[in-house]
């Protein structure tokens, strides 16, 4: 047991009828971290979270929530957890803040910490103009955060959310956003999501989930620079064409390369390279030497959909 992961996760087997929902996957997050768990509809994203909320029996596999066996220190390891999941169970029928001193009070909060806490979550949530609204009355966008606002009113040091931005307006979505990357360092937070900018602008460490496997887990930096080896580089140069296409077909680092005129004397050289190769000195060099005049040299950055798109296809070709 490790006292600064909240959580450990050792060859989680999760099978139904027929069918392997998780294939043995293992990953551990530390305290304080925000954490995304990337995936497409059917990667194993849910089931993982349902598991380490301990609303549902894995297979095989143990899973540890602040050092807690989830299977059996359940109970234990329930109080230091918050858990929204993607259609959230709400009570319809009852007023926003009802609702949620209701929640508190389960949670184990006294009726004067729940109505503190309350109001707290309220104020972070957003609810403040909703707080004596039916529930069932609310916009997708309010119910969203009336979920938020659950899983987080006790403090748990785990905050598990399940598709938390689903069905909410840009702005609203800003806002959760702003909320998650706030509980960072004081809590834990382990989101799932489909949409691959909200792991980019909310989380320090992602987990690419495909097939019930976990194919990547790092910082969404290291996985760029992972990737670097094959980015492109981008030159413009004012040089004839002909010369440039000359020089790149004899350069052996360049792999492929297109050339396209820009403006005036400008062409717009995007140089390929072999693997493991930056080429930016080459260009440099090659330019400063034959006297052309250069206006722009970048190597292109990958998207997080660029890396979920190579990583998820060398898994396909491997299966």
């Known amino acids: 047991m490790n006292a600064w992961l909240m959580i450990e996760v050792q060859n989680l087997v999760k099978r139904y009828a027929g069918h392997t929902a998780l294939k043995g996957i293992s990953f551990n997050v530390a305290r304080g971290q925000v954490v995304g768990l990337l995936g497409s509809n059917g990667a194993g994203k849910s089931t993982t979270m349902r598991i380490l909320s301990g609303f549902l029996p894995a297979t095989t596999g143990t899973v540890r929530v602040a050092g807690l066996d989830i299977f059996t220190e359940a109970e234990e390891a329930r109080r230091l957890i918050g858990y929204m999941p993607e259609n959230n169970p709400l009570h319809v029928d009852m007023r926003v803040r009802d609702y ?36 069932g009355q609310l916009s997708k966008g309010y119910r969203q955060r009336v979920g938020l606002a659950d899983a987080i009113v006790h403090e748990p040091q785990l905050i598990i959310l399940d598709e938390p931005t689903i069905g909410l307006d840009p702005h609203q979505i800003r806002s959760v956003r702003s909320l998650i990357k706030s509980l960072a360092g004081t809590h834990t937070v382990l989101l799932s999501t489909h949409i691959l900018p909200e792991v980019e ?14 194919l990547a887990a790092d910082s969404p930096d290291n996985l760029q620079n992972h990737m670097s080896s094959h980015s492109q580089v ?11 296409e000359t020089c790149w077909s004899q350069v052996p680092e360049v792999m492929q390369f297109d050339v396209s005129p820009v403006d005036g004397e400008y062409h717009r050289c995007a140089l390929t390279p072999n693997e493991g190769v930056d080429l930016r000195s080459l260009v440099y060099w090659t330019a400063q030497e034959r006297g052309w005049m250069m206006r722009e040299l970048t190597r292109s950055r990958h998207s997080l959909e660029d890396i979920y798109v190579r990583v998820t296809q060398r898994d396909g070709e491997e299966s």
Do not use: N, W
């Open 201 to 214: 602008m909310t989380c320090s460490r992602v987990l690419i989930m495909y097939g019930g496997k976990i």
């Open 100 to 135: 949620l001193k209701f929640r508190a009070r389960l949670k184990g909060l006294s009726r004067a910490a729940s109505r503190e806490r309350v109001d707290v979550v309220i104020q972070q949530c957003g609810l403040t103009d909703v707080t004596r609204k039916i529930i």
């Open 234 to 244: 981008v030159a413009e140069i004012a040089a004839p064409r002909a010369d440039l």
